[in-house]
């Protein structure tokens, strides 16, 4: 640490389902704060134990670094307890990911999830430890936690075992976990298996592994599906030492194998303005196309076939 | 074009040989404007045609959006030409790319070269038209030259011949070319063929195709290796329609032979440093490594067994 601690507790560790929240954009593509910010709300109102701002799903790497600082601020001046996010603040550019780190944890998040640099490719372990020690000690403040963002299939940039190690060995307590995207469940049973011990907090990346994530001693899930089915995936969180998780695991499967039958982000939006009855949130930043009114509808079906109300 | 011509004539076509600038930094990894600079003066002395800053291997996706800018704005105040310099201004955010894409044209640049949002796979065409056509719109000036990167070993996500038609039919004169970075002579040769004619000039993405594009009728390369080696790469370009064209492509290639075998930026900054005699160039930004003292000396070793004297 290049500096000391700012002398508050860090947040509680964050457990449970985390949604990457949508991000919803006006019709000049211009983040729709307001609009956000009800999300948020929404989400924490029917099962989130967090919110994984600035993820994947929420198209962060479409937005601005300012514009991820001022979605936050309109967060935390509305209320939301800082104590409830996860801000995604990796990038690329190392002045970027420290700014929006600094900013997160300064603000009081119980965390920040961080992609690994994603542009270049065959890059070694070297260069990734010293990406993100330089962004622990540059942020020099002993509430950071930082959990790992592992989605070989989106940045095909992978953060494996021998990596955590090191960070794990250098920055304990302040390496706190990791979000397992990889759609691997042995990846992710490994990782808990190898470092659960350690104080390092894994969370499936998808709520299909939600119960063997549990049942093998992780932290829950942080799932782009949580943005419309919340409830329904809490409540497994919620009973998942009781005889009824297989089946209602089996129920969410069902949601998320109709879902993923379309883009993840344009078909979450496309559920979400139904559901609000507002087509406004059907949009997305390109290099991302909304869902057409037809996949729309049919999408609709099949997931009230699954046993989903969309409209609630 | 959403706002009128500012009324200056774009600059003159680029053509020939254009560097990536390779970006120096310092011990604590901020860019060195003055290193920039005089390296970027070194290059225009030693063949280079043209400057194509920010790109790939001048490690411009580590840059934050203010670095590029003060970067940019410390050449031309120190009189670099803006009809030399191609600056990279593609970005994963909309915001972004149109911000760094109008302060160089309003600048007088002679083009931007433009990655495509390389974050989200398996995007389509449509949502790749539309990003490119949101910053043409954006930017809203006829002197505005885009030329297309791909390189789909490094973003992941190409920009292929459907792209390019749709590009130059809806924006003839704006959308102006294209560096081929996919290693694939067969691409290269396509895209000038089918759109060559439509004054869409394409580069190489690397030396070893020049005199193969020059013969196609393409405008020439832009190359990592014309960071240490432009002079040798020029002459070919001037020489391309002599009986000695042969030899002198065969020379470059045993040049970048040598370099291949090493990881580029950081072997293109061993190289520099050792000619400037200045250890600070070997300093790249993680997620990539410097090259170790051991390796940049065989580097050196096998650079000079190729003809190729590292101290010129």
Redesign the interface.
């Known amino acids: 640490m290049t500096t000391a601690s700012k002398g508050n507790a860090p947040a509680p560790r964050p457990a449970g389902v985390l949604a990457p929240v949508l991000t919803p954009f006006r019709a000049d ?1 211009a983040p729709n704060a307001e609009g956000f910010l009800g999300h948020c709300n929404w989400l924490l109102e029917h099962g989130c134990s967090g919110l994984a701002v600035f993820g ?1 799903t929420s198209e962060a ?5 300012e ?1 991820r600082e001022r979605l936050l601020e309109h967060l935390l001046g509305a209320g939301i307890d800082p104590a409830k996010l996860v801000p995604g603040t990796g990038s ?5 990911a420290v ?1 929006l780190t600094r900013a997160a944890t300064r603000a009081g998040c119980a965390g920040v999830l961080m992609l ?6 065959g ?2 372990d ?3 430890f ?2 993100f020690a ?1 962004v622990i000690e540059r942020v020099g403040d002993s509430r950071l936690r930082v959990y790992l963002y592992h989605i070989p ?5 992978g953060i494996g075992p021998g990596l955590v190690e090191r960070l794990l060995a250098r920055y304990p307590g302040v390496v706190a976990g990791m979000k397992d995207s990889s759609g691997d469940w042995d990846n992710t049973r490994a990782m808990i298996e190898r470092f659960g011990h350690s104080g390092f907090d894994v969370f499936a990346g998808s709520e299909r592994f939600l119960l063997a994530t549990l049942r093998a001693g992780g932290a829950g899930c942080i799932t782009a599906t949580a943005n419309v089915n919340a409830a329904a995936i809490r409540a497994l969180f919620d009973a998942w030492r009781t005889d009824r998780a297989d089946g209602l695991q089996q129920s969410v499967n069902a949601v998320r194998s109709a879902l993923e039958r379309y883009p993840v982000v344009p078909a979450l939006k496309a559920i979400v303005a139904h559901r609000a009855r507002d087509t406004g949130w059907r949009a997305v ?5 909304e869902l057409a009114p037809d996949r729309a509808d049919a999408l609709l079906g099949e997931l009230r076939a699954a046993g989903f109300d969309p409209a609630a």
Do not use: I
């Open positions: 593509l994947t790497n479409s937005l601005s670094v514009e690329c550019a190392l002045p970027d700014r690994p640099p994603f542009y270049y490719k890059v070694n070297d260069g990734l010293r990406f330089e299939p989106v940045a095909h940039v930043r390109p290099p991302l196309v």
